[in-house]
């Protein structure tokens, strides 16, 4: 059974984006679609990038133990926020302190915002970064509106049927790249 690491970017006080990432990780679980392994960017606390991990003398063993977590996942699905057209610094600096455990990587991306567009302007900033580091997208996004309306703080969305099917779409999409059929 392939393994989708689960990347949660927001570090914020009182995030809501993790709301849809325990949701994916509750719906992969359901669909037994793979294992997941579900990196919180927020367990971490990762300081400000200054190197690549591969060029730093002595990295934490933290930041080995994530980098393993990024290269053994078969794919990675990243949740962010929107903030001011953007993602999260910290998302940046996961992405930027790896290099090679990106190469050919499928990557997915879903976004969270508590206004209308669930955080569809991130998606081409992010994309960009994703494409420039070699990451293979997915080619379906997973935008979240309204989210502290649409999901509980466990990750209860308040239309399962809807979201299911969304998300069923979104994670096909994944699962395409990660396990093609021979």
Do not use: C
């Not at 996961?94 to 209308?116: C, F, M, N, Q």
């Not at 955080?119 to 509106?145: D, E, Y």
Request: hydrophobic content about 45%.
């Amino acid at each position: 059974m392939p393994t989708i690491a689960i990347l949660s970017a927001s570090v914020r006080t009182g995030r809501a984006s993790h709301r849809v990432a325990l949701y994916l990780q509750k719906r992969i679980e359901e669909r037994q679609l793979a294992s997941v392994d579900l990196i919180d960017l927020k367990a971490y606390q990762f300081p400000v990038f200054e190197e690549r991990l591969r060029l730093l003398p002595e990295p934490s063993e933290a930041l080995l133990e994530y980098a393993g977590r990024i290269k053994s996942a078969d794919g990675v699905i990243i949740v962010t926020p929107e903030y001011n057209g953007g993602y999260p610094a910290a998302l940046k600096n996961a992405i930027d302190v790896l290099y090679e455990e990106w190469h050919r990587k499928p990557v997915a991306i879903a976004t969270v915002s508590d206004g209308v567009f669930g955080g569809t302007q991130v998606i081409t900033s992010l994309t960009f970064t994703m494409f420039k580091i070699r990451a293979l997208l997915v080619p379906a996004m997973f935008p979240t509106p309204k989210v502290k309306e649409a999901y509980d703080e466990a990750g209860n969305p308040t239309d399962k049927a809807a979201v299911d099917k969304r998300a069923d779409g979104f994670l096909d999409e994944l699962m395409k790249v990660v396990s093609p059929k021979s």
